[in-house]
């Protein structure tokens, strides 16, 4: 079970590092041998299964699904793990986290929903696109718990290890495009050692101190900067439906946020 020690972490039980002390060692002496013996290797068995299974769903599903429809269901992930968290793990959910998902789902429509005209349901890619969000959340309750018990280097190399391998092993069996120019090639080494590790470091931190429910609803702001960066790089317009979603779904986390402080100030 999940809990919170005394310096703030999302803890799995006795497998908090205890000390500061404890800490410095783990982070500046990484021994990856002793880190796969001690069960570093699920992180990566999730990276394997799990991981590369809801990108799987992802990108199949934007084969025959227009995208805003896609991204929506998508991104109803933060009610699933809630779900997961309450039912399949037995953890308690707070009434005001299920508000705050609802309104960030609001504007995650609020962004995805005005692209939508003229576009169909098609089941290919609704058989596809459903499963996503509720591997992810299995994904995520997952890692929290696993992550929790290793240093973040440790846990993003595991898990980033594995997403590798599934990939390079569906690359040599089904083949795959790459880029034929160098520039594409060095776009395509930057993306994979550049924002994909930063990323999976970033989780592997967060994730454990966080759990997967608070996570799951901070990682919406990726929609916010989809559409700061679509509006200032790319020069895509800036409409009310956009703007009034990117600020619900910020309400929502800060709101989340909020509710989550007013504990710790009355213990304090």
Not at 27 to 44: H, K, M, S, V
Not at 53 to 61: E, G, K, M, P, R
Request: aromatic content about 8%; proline content about 4%.
């Amino acid at each position: 079970m999940l809990t919170v020690c005394r310096r703030g972490r999302y803890c799995a039980g006795a497998t908090c590092w205890r000390s500061s002390s404890s800490l410095r060692i783990r982070l500046t002496r990484l021994r990856l041998g002793a880190a796969l013996r001690e069960g570093a290797w699920r992180i990566a068995l999730i990276g394997v299964s799990l991981g590369a299974a809801q990108t799987l769903c992802y990108f199949q599903s934007l084969r025959w699904l227009d995208t805003g429809i896609a991204v929506l269901l998508f991104y109803t992930f933060p009610v699933v793990t809630l779900g997961v968290e309450r039912f399949f793990l037995k953890q308690q959910v707070a009434l005001a986290a299920l508000l705050c998902v609802i309104v960030i789902f609001a504007g995650a429509a609020l962004i995805a929903v005005p692209g939508l005209r003229n576009s169909t349901l098609d089941p290919r890619g609704l058989a596809w696109a459903v499963p996503g969000p509720v591997i992810y959340a299995f994904y995520l309750a997952a890692n929290a718990r696993l992550m929790a018990r290793h240093p973040p280097l440790i846990g993003a190399g595991s898990l980033y290890g594995g997403l590798a391998a599934t990939y390079l092993a569906a690359v040599l069996c089904l083949g795959a495009s790459l880029p034929k120019s160098a520039a594409g090639r060095l776009s395509l080494a930057f993306l994979a050692l550049g924002p994909g590790a930063v990323a999976a470091v970033s989780q592997s931190y967060s994730m454990p101190r966080l759990g997967p429910a608070t996570y799951a609803i901070i990682g919406n702001c990726e929609l916010v900067t989809v559409v700061v960066v679509g509006t200032t790089v790319l020069g895509e317009k800036l409409t009310l439906a956009r703007a009034l979603g990117g600020g619900l779904i910020l309400a929502g986390i800060l709101l989340h946020g909020w509710v989550r402080k007013l504990p710790r100030d009355r213990n304090a």
